[in-house]
Protein backbone atom coordinates (compact mmCIF):
# COMPACT_ATOMS: atom_id res chain seq x y z
CA UNK A 1 0.00 0.00 0.00
CA UNK A 2 1.36 3.16 -1.31
CA UNK A 3 2.22 5.56 1.89
CA UNK A 4 1.40 9.35 1.14
CA UNK A 5 0.33 12.17 3.25
CA UNK A 6 -2.43 12.82 1.68
CA UNK A 7 -3.87 16.21 1.36
CA UNK A 8 -7.10 16.07 3.12
CA UNK A 9 -5.00 15.13 6.66
CA UNK A 10 -1.84 16.95 6.22
CA UNK A 11 -3.76 20.45 5.22
CA UNK A 12 -6.58 20.17 7.53
CA UNK A 13 -5.82 22.78 9.80
CA UNK A 14 -3.75 25.40 7.60
CA UNK A 15 -5.38 28.64 6.08
CA UNK A 16 -7.47 27.41 2.66
CA UNK A 17 -6.37 30.55 1.48
CA UNK A 18 -3.00 29.62 1.09
CA UNK A 19 -1.98 27.29 -1.78
CA UNK A 20 -1.73 23.76 -0.96
CA UNK A 21 1.27 21.56 -1.88
CA UNK A 22 -0.17 18.29 -3.93
CA UNK A 23 1.76 15.24 -3.29
CA UNK A 24 3.61 15.06 -7.25
CA UNK A 25 1.76 11.16 -7.31
CA UNK A 26 -2.05 12.61 -7.12
CA UNK A 27 -0.99 15.37 -9.32
CA UNK A 28 0.16 13.02 -11.88
CA UNK A 29 -2.74 10.74 -11.51
CA UNK A 30 -5.26 13.14 -12.11
CA UNK A 31 -3.60 14.38 -15.60
CA UNK A 32 -3.63 10.36 -15.98
CA UNK A 33 -7.56 10.62 -15.62
CA UNK A 34 -7.84 14.04 -17.89
CA UNK A 35 -5.40 11.70 -20.54
CA UNK A 36 -2.58 14.02 -19.91
CA UNK A 37 0.15 11.57 -20.36
CA UNK A 38 3.05 12.82 -21.44
CA UNK A 39 3.09 15.70 -18.43
CA UNK A 40 2.10 12.88 -16.00
CA UNK A 41 4.76 10.86 -17.43
CA UNK A 42 7.48 14.03 -16.72
CA UNK A 43 6.02 14.31 -12.93
CA UNK A 44 6.08 10.39 -11.99
CA UNK A 45 9.59 10.95 -13.28
CA UNK A 46 10.64 12.91 -11.16
CA UNK A 47 8.94 11.01 -8.19
CA UNK A 48 10.94 7.86 -9.41
CA UNK A 49 14.32 10.07 -9.54
CA UNK A 50 13.91 10.54 -5.99
CA UNK A 51 11.85 7.38 -4.98
CA UNK A 52 13.49 4.74 -7.33
CA UNK A 53 11.08 2.00 -5.35
CA UNK A 54 8.02 3.63 -5.59
CA UNK A 55 5.84 0.68 -6.93
CA UNK A 56 2.41 2.89 -7.25
CA UNK A 57 4.63 5.19 -9.52
CA UNK A 58 6.55 3.05 -11.33
CA UNK A 59 3.04 0.81 -12.31
CA UNK A 60 1.59 4.34 -13.16
CA UNK A 61 4.05 5.52 -15.07
CA UNK A 62 4.15 1.51 -17.09
CA UNK A 63 0.35 2.90 -17.44
CA UNK A 64 1.18 5.98 -19.34
CA UNK A 65 3.73 4.60 -21.32
CA UNK A 66 1.10 2.02 -22.32
CA UNK A 67 -1.94 4.11 -23.12
CA UNK A 68 0.73 6.36 -25.69
CA UNK A 69 1.58 3.00 -27.31
CA UNK A 70 5.72 3.14 -25.88
CA UNK A 71 4.93 -0.35 -24.76
CA UNK A 72 9.04 -0.85 -24.82
CA UNK A 73 9.21 1.83 -22.09
CA UNK A 74 6.02 0.64 -20.18
CA UNK A 75 7.68 -3.18 -20.03
CA UNK A 76 10.76 -2.36 -17.74
CA UNK A 77 8.26 -0.46 -15.34
CA UNK A 78 5.90 -3.17 -15.21
CA UNK A 79 8.90 -5.96 -14.41
CA UNK A 80 10.17 -3.42 -11.62
CA UNK A 81 6.60 -3.64 -10.05
CA UNK A 82 6.87 -7.56 -10.66
CA UNK A 83 10.08 -7.93 -8.75
CA UNK A 84 8.67 -6.33 -5.80
CA UNK A 85 5.29 -7.22 -6.08
CA UNK A 86 3.93 -10.75 -7.03
CA UNK A 87 2.74 -10.45 -10.42
CA UNK A 88 0.92 -7.43 -10.18
CA UNK A 89 1.53 -6.45 -13.36
CA UNK A 90 1.79 -8.95 -15.00
CA UNK A 91 -1.41 -8.79 -17.02
CA UNK A 92 -0.33 -5.66 -18.30
CA UNK A 93 3.17 -7.17 -19.21
CA UNK A 94 0.99 -9.91 -21.34
CA UNK A 95 -1.10 -6.72 -22.93
CA UNK A 96 2.60 -5.06 -23.56
CA UNK A 97 3.89 -7.99 -25.36
CA UNK A 98 1.00 -8.96 -27.51
CA UNK A 99 1.20 -5.49 -29.13
CA UNK A 100 4.73 -5.83 -29.89
CA UNK A 101 3.67 -9.38 -31.63
CA UNK A 102 5.76 -11.36 -28.82
CA UNK A 103 2.92 -14.46 -27.95
CA UNK A 104 5.59 -16.65 -26.67
CA UNK A 105 6.39 -13.70 -23.72
CA UNK A 106 3.19 -12.65 -23.32
CA UNK A 107 1.59 -16.14 -22.54
CA UNK A 108 4.50 -16.32 -20.52
CA UNK A 109 3.10 -13.49 -18.37
CA UNK A 110 -0.48 -14.52 -18.65
CA UNK A 111 0.37 -17.73 -17.26
CA UNK A 112 1.94 -15.77 -14.24
CA UNK A 113 -1.36 -14.17 -14.30
CA UNK A 114 -3.62 -16.60 -14.08
CA UNK A 115 -1.67 -18.12 -11.56
CA UNK A 116 -2.13 -15.19 -8.94
CA UNK A 117 -4.16 -13.35 -6.62
CA UNK A 118 -4.66 -10.99 -9.53
CA UNK A 119 -6.25 -12.97 -11.60
CA UNK A 120 -9.56 -11.50 -14.01
CA UNK A 121 -12.46 -13.81 -14.49
CA UNK A 122 -12.18 -15.73 -18.01
CA UNK A 123 -14.45 -13.66 -19.80
CA UNK A 124 -12.42 -10.45 -19.40
CA UNK A 125 -9.21 -12.23 -20.69
CA UNK A 126 -10.72 -13.64 -23.54
CA UNK A 127 -12.29 -10.67 -25.14
CA UNK A 128 -9.36 -8.64 -24.30
CA UNK A 129 -8.84 -5.96 -26.95
CA UNK A 130 -4.69 -6.48 -27.09
CA UNK A 131 -5.00 -10.63 -25.90
CA UNK A 132 -7.07 -11.21 -28.96
CA UNK A 133 -3.75 -10.45 -31.12
CA UNK A 134 -2.48 -13.39 -30.16
CA UNK A 135 -5.54 -15.96 -29.55
CA UNK A 136 -4.51 -17.33 -33.20
CA UNK A 137 -0.97 -18.49 -32.06
CA UNK A 138 -0.18 -21.86 -30.42
CA UNK A 139 1.38 -20.26 -27.64
CA UNK A 140 -2.00 -19.08 -26.59
CA UNK A 141 -4.00 -22.31 -27.48
CA UNK A 142 -1.49 -24.62 -25.56
CA UNK A 143 -1.94 -22.08 -22.80
CA UNK A 144 -5.42 -23.40 -22.45
CA UNK A 145 -4.75 -27.15 -22.88
CA UNK A 146 -2.42 -26.97 -20.00
CA UNK A 147 -4.90 -26.91 -16.91
CA UNK A 148 -7.71 -25.54 -15.48
CA UNK A 149 -7.07 -22.60 -14.08
CA UNK A 150 -10.65 -21.94 -13.53
CA UNK A 151 -11.79 -24.01 -10.32
CA UNK A 152 -15.33 -24.90 -9.52
CA UNK A 153 -15.64 -22.12 -7.58
CA UNK A 154 -14.15 -19.53 -10.29
CA UNK A 155 -16.95 -20.54 -12.66
CA UNK A 156 -19.83 -20.40 -9.96
CA UNK A 157 -18.88 -16.95 -9.04
CA UNK A 158 -18.52 -16.22 -12.85
CA UNK A 159 -21.88 -17.62 -13.53
CA UNK A 160 -23.50 -15.49 -10.65
CA UNK A 161 -21.55 -12.44 -12.20
CA UNK A 162 -23.88 -13.39 -15.24
CA UNK A 163 -26.81 -13.87 -13.72
CA UNK A 164 -27.00 -10.96 -11.68
CA UNK A 165 -25.78 -8.67 -14.90
CA UNK A 166 -29.45 -10.45 -16.63
CA UNK A 167 -31.03 -9.39 -13.78
CA UNK A 168 -31.70 -13.27 -12.35
CA UNK A 169 -31.16 -11.84 -8.91
CA UNK A 170 -32.46 -15.11 -7.14
CA UNK A 171 -30.71 -17.47 -8.65
CA UNK A 172 -27.64 -15.49 -8.05
CA UNK A 173 -28.15 -15.31 -4.90
CA UNK A 174 -28.50 -18.76 -4.29
CA UNK A 175 -24.56 -19.47 -6.32
CA UNK A 176 -23.24 -16.73 -3.89
CA UNK A 177 -24.70 -17.89 -0.67
CA UNK A 178 -23.73 -21.48 -1.21
CA UNK A 179 -20.19 -19.56 -2.05
CA UNK A 180 -20.28 -17.65 1.36
CA UNK A 181 -20.70 -20.71 3.34
CA UNK A 182 -18.47 -22.61 1.94
CA UNK A 183 -15.61 -19.78 2.48
CA UNK A 184 -14.78 -19.03 -1.09
CA UNK A 185 -13.33 -15.40 -1.70
CA UNK A 186 -15.59 -13.89 1.02
CA UNK A 187 -14.61 -10.35 -0.06
CA UNK A 188 -15.89 -10.68 -3.16
CA UNK A 189 -18.82 -13.01 -2.42
CA UNK A 190 -20.26 -10.52 -0.51
CA UNK A 191 -19.59 -7.40 -2.07
CA UNK A 192 -22.04 -9.48 -5.02
CA UNK A 193 -24.66 -10.14 -2.90
CA UNK A 194 -24.66 -6.77 -1.11
CA UNK A 195 -25.16 -5.64 -4.65
CA UNK A 196 -28.12 -7.70 -5.18
CA UNK A 197 -29.86 -6.45 -2.61
CA UNK A 198 -28.75 -2.93 -3.00
CA UNK A 199 -30.58 -3.45 -6.78
CA UNK A 200 -33.49 -4.95 -5.22
CA UNK A 201 -34.06 -2.02 -2.13
CA UNK A 202 -32.89 -4.51 1.05
CA UNK A 203 -30.29 -1.82 2.76
CA UNK A 204 -30.33 -3.63 5.84
CA UNK A 205 -29.25 -7.10 4.58
CA UNK A 206 -26.97 -5.43 2.06
CA UNK A 207 -24.81 -3.55 4.93
CA UNK A 208 -24.50 -7.10 7.03
CA UNK A 209 -22.98 -8.17 3.67
CA UNK A 210 -20.63 -5.18 2.92
CA UNK A 211 -19.87 -5.59 6.81
CA UNK A 212 -18.70 -9.26 5.87
CA UNK A 213 -16.83 -8.20 2.93
CA UNK A 214 -14.93 -5.59 4.62
CA UNK A 215 -13.90 -7.66 7.46
CA UNK A 216 -12.37 -10.12 5.20
CA UNK A 217 -10.47 -7.86 3.41
CA UNK A 218 -10.17 -4.12 4.02
CA UNK A 219 -8.38 -3.44 0.68
CA UNK A 220 -11.66 -4.16 -1.22
CA UNK A 221 -12.36 -0.46 -1.72
CA UNK A 222 -15.14 -1.05 -4.11
CA UNK A 223 -17.12 -2.40 -1.29
CA UNK A 224 -15.55 0.58 0.93
CA UNK A 225 -17.61 2.59 -1.94
CA UNK A 226 -20.81 0.84 -1.71
CA UNK A 227 -21.27 1.15 1.99
CA UNK A 228 -20.35 4.89 1.63
CA UNK A 229 -23.25 5.21 -1.01
CA UNK A 230 -25.48 3.44 1.55
CA UNK A 231 -24.83 5.44 4.40
CA UNK A 232 -24.75 8.41 2.95
CA UNK A 233 -28.45 7.63 1.05
CA UNK A 234 -29.53 6.71 4.75
CA UNK A 235 -28.43 10.26 6.44
CA UNK A 236 -25.87 8.36 8.47
CA UNK A 237 -22.72 11.23 7.60
CA UNK A 238 -21.07 10.12 10.75
CA UNK A 239 -20.80 6.12 9.45
CA UNK A 240 -20.18 7.62 6.22
CA UNK A 241 -16.99 10.39 7.21
CA UNK A 242 -15.45 7.25 8.86
CA UNK A 243 -15.58 5.22 5.87
CA UNK A 244 -14.31 7.61 3.17
CA UNK A 245 -11.66 9.05 5.28
CA UNK A 246 -10.59 5.09 5.46
CA UNK A 247 -11.07 5.30 1.40
CA UNK A 248 -8.75 7.51 0.86
CA UNK A 249 -6.26 6.36 2.71
CA UNK A 250 -6.16 3.48 1.24
CA UNK A 251 -6.60 4.90 -2.29
CA UNK A 252 -5.95 9.15 -2.24
CA UNK A 253 -6.33 8.76 -6.10
CA UNK A 254 -10.27 7.95 -5.94
CA UNK A 255 -10.96 11.54 -6.62
CA UNK A 256 -15.01 11.14 -7.06
CA UNK A 257 -14.93 10.52 -3.40
CA UNK A 258 -13.37 14.18 -2.54
CA UNK A 259 -16.64 15.43 -3.36
CA UNK A 260 -18.51 12.92 -1.77
CA UNK A 261 -16.41 13.51 1.33
CA UNK A 262 -16.94 17.20 0.47
CA UNK A 263 -20.73 16.95 0.79
CA UNK A 264 -20.48 14.56 4.06
CA UNK A 265 -18.16 17.24 6.04
CA UNK A 266 -20.43 19.86 4.76
CA UNK A 267 -23.20 17.84 6.22
CA UNK A 268 -21.53 17.56 9.31
CA UNK A 269 -21.06 21.10 9.58
CA UNK A 270 -17.44 20.33 9.67
CA UNK A 271 -16.94 23.68 7.08
CA UNK A 272 -14.00 24.66 6.85
CA UNK A 273 -12.29 20.74 6.87
CA UNK A 274 -15.07 20.61 3.56
CA UNK A 275 -13.72 23.93 2.19
CA UNK A 276 -9.89 21.89 2.49
CA UNK A 277 -11.12 18.81 0.86
CA UNK A 278 -13.12 20.61 -1.99
CA UNK A 279 -10.03 23.04 -2.35
CA UNK A 280 -7.16 19.70 -3.31
CA UNK A 281 -9.47 18.58 -5.56
CA UNK A 282 -10.08 21.72 -7.51
CA UNK A 283 -6.05 22.22 -7.54
CA UNK A 284 -6.33 18.70 -9.04
CA UNK A 285 -9.26 19.11 -11.43
CA UNK A 286 -9.39 23.18 -12.55
CA UNK A 287 -11.02 22.43 -15.17
CA UNK A 288 -14.04 20.74 -13.30
CA UNK A 289 -16.61 22.48 -12.67
CA UNK A 290 -18.64 20.28 -10.39
CA UNK A 291 -15.81 21.46 -7.73
CA UNK A 292 -16.78 24.87 -7.76
CA UNK A 293 -20.33 24.08 -7.54
CA UNK A 294 -19.65 21.84 -4.27
CA UNK A 295 -17.13 24.44 -2.54
CA UNK A 296 -19.70 26.91 -3.65
CA UNK A 297 -22.84 25.26 -1.69
CA UNK A 298 -20.40 24.93 1.17
CA UNK A 299 -19.55 28.86 1.61
CA UNK A 300 -23.65 29.37 1.70
CA UNK A 301 -23.98 26.97 4.74
CA UNK A 302 -21.32 29.27 6.22
CA UNK A 303 -23.45 32.66 5.15
CA UNK A 304 -20.26 33.44 3.13
CA UNK A 305 -22.30 34.75 0.01
CA UNK A 306 -19.82 36.53 -1.77
CA UNK A 307 -17.26 33.31 -1.80
CA UNK A 308 -20.62 31.12 -2.56
CA UNK A 309 -21.09 33.64 -5.85
CA UNK A 310 -17.90 33.85 -7.10
CA UNK A 311 -17.52 29.68 -6.85
CA UNK A 312 -20.31 29.12 -8.89
CA UNK A 313 -19.14 32.20 -11.41
CA UNK A 314 -16.55 29.89 -12.16
CA UNK A 315 -18.49 26.79 -12.43
CA UNK A 316 -20.81 28.73 -15.02
CA UNK A 317 -17.66 29.95 -16.68
CA UNK A 318 -16.83 26.49 -17.58
CA UNK A 319 -20.36 24.56 -17.89
CA UNK A 320 -23.75 26.09 -18.61
CA UNK A 321 -25.30 23.54 -19.11
CA UNK A 322 -26.38 22.42 -15.56
CA UNK A 323 -29.38 23.84 -14.20
CA UNK A 324 -28.06 23.61 -10.48
CA UNK A 325 -25.15 25.93 -10.79
CA UNK A 326 -27.59 28.69 -12.07
CA UNK A 327 -30.16 27.65 -9.12
CA UNK A 328 -27.36 27.74 -6.82
CA UNK A 329 -26.03 31.21 -7.34
CA UNK A 330 -29.67 32.39 -7.47
CA UNK A 331 -30.35 30.77 -4.02
CA UNK A 332 -26.97 33.14 -2.67
CA UNK A 333 -27.81 36.19 -4.62
CA UNK A 334 -31.25 35.87 -2.83
CA UNK A 335 -29.46 35.37 0.53
CA UNK A 336 -27.43 39.01 -0.41
CA UNK A 337 -30.85 40.39 -1.26
CA UNK A 338 -29.92 40.66 -5.29
CA UNK A 339 -33.28 39.48 -6.03
CA UNK A 340 -33.37 40.44 -9.78
CA UNK A 341 -29.80 38.47 -10.24
CA UNK A 342 -31.80 35.60 -8.50
CA UNK A 343 -35.06 35.78 -10.34
CA UNK A 344 -32.56 35.79 -14.01
CA UNK A 345 -30.52 32.91 -12.55
CA UNK A 346 -34.11 30.87 -11.72
CA UNK A 347 -35.39 31.42 -15.25
CA UNK A 348 -32.03 29.99 -16.57
CA UNK A 349 -32.40 26.94 -14.57
CA UNK A 350 -35.88 26.25 -15.28
CA UNK A 351 -34.84 26.77 -19.25
CA UNK A 352 -32.60 23.59 -18.32
CA UNK A 353 -34.79 21.63 -15.80
CA UNK A 354 -38.31 23.39 -16.23
CA UNK A 355 -39.69 20.76 -13.81
CA UNK A 356 -37.90 21.16 -10.70
CA UNK A 357 -40.37 22.50 -8.21
CA UNK A 358 -37.60 23.94 -5.51
CA UNK A 359 -36.42 26.45 -8.44
CA UNK A 360 -39.64 27.46 -9.45
CA UNK A 361 -40.43 28.08 -5.33
CA UNK A 362 -37.26 30.14 -5.12
CA UNK A 363 -38.41 32.43 -8.44
CA UNK A 364 -41.66 32.87 -6.30
CA UNK A 365 -40.32 34.27 -3.48
CA UNK A 366 -37.46 36.23 -5.28
CA UNK A 367 -40.59 37.27 -7.25
CA UNK A 368 -42.50 38.47 -4.67
CA UNK A 369 -39.79 40.47 -3.20
CA UNK A 370 -39.67 42.39 -6.63
CA UNK A 371 -43.59 43.19 -6.39
CA UNK A 372 -44.18 40.91 -9.14
CA UNK A 373 -47.37 39.28 -6.92
CA UNK A 374 -48.91 37.57 -10.18
CA UNK A 375 -45.52 36.30 -11.78
CA UNK A 376 -44.84 34.60 -8.11
CA UNK A 377 -48.46 33.77 -7.39
CA UNK A 378 -47.73 31.70 -11.34
CA UNK A 379 -44.44 30.52 -9.91
CA UNK A 380 -45.70 28.91 -6.40
CA UNK A 381 -48.68 27.50 -8.89
CA UNK A 382 -45.87 25.47 -10.76
CA UNK A 383 -44.09 24.69 -7.51
CA UNK A 384 -47.08 23.35 -6.23
CA UNK A 385 -47.99 20.69 -9.64
CA UNK A 386 -44.32 19.59 -9.86
CA UNK A 387 -44.76 18.40 -6.10
CA UNK A 388 -43.42 21.55 -3.45
CA UNK A 389 -46.20 20.79 -0.64
CA UNK A 390 -44.95 24.52 0.99
CA UNK A 391 -45.72 26.25 -2.35
CA UNK A 392 -49.92 25.84 -0.89
CA UNK A 393 -50.03 28.42 1.87
CA UNK A 394 -48.09 31.11 -0.66
CA UNK A 395 -51.42 30.12 -3.23
CA UNK A 396 -53.75 30.65 -0.63
CA UNK A 397 -52.26 34.01 0.44
CA UNK A 398 -51.24 35.61 -2.81
CA UNK A 399 -53.59 33.67 -5.79
CA UNK A 400 -57.10 35.36 -5.41
Same mark, same amino acid.
Given at each position: ??????????????????????????????????????????????????????????????????????????????????????????????????????????????????? *????????????????????????????????????????????????? *????????????????????????????????????????????????????????????????????????????????????????????????????????????????????????????????????????????????? *??????????????????????????????????????????????????????????????????????????????????? *????????
Amino acid at each position: MRVIAIIILSVLFQDISSQQVIDRYLEARALMKNGDYGPAIEILDEEISENPYDLDALYQRGMCYYETKMYDKAIPDFLLVNKRAGARSSLMLAKCEARLNHPELSVKYLRQHLG *SSFKKPEKELLLDKDLTLIEHTSAWKNLWKEREWYNAYDLLLQEANYLK *SNGKYLEALNILNDLHIKGFNRTTVNQKIAEIYLATGNNKAAKEALDVSIRSDYRNTASLKLRIELYTNEGNYLEAEADCSKLLRQAPDEFPHYLIYGKILMHLEKYEEAVTVLSSYIQLFPGNAGGYNEIGKVYMHQKKYINAI *SSFNKALELDQGVSEYFYNRGLSYAATKMYKFAERDYSMALDLDPENADTWFAKGIADLELNKKDIACFNFKKSFQYGKKEAI *SYIQRLCN
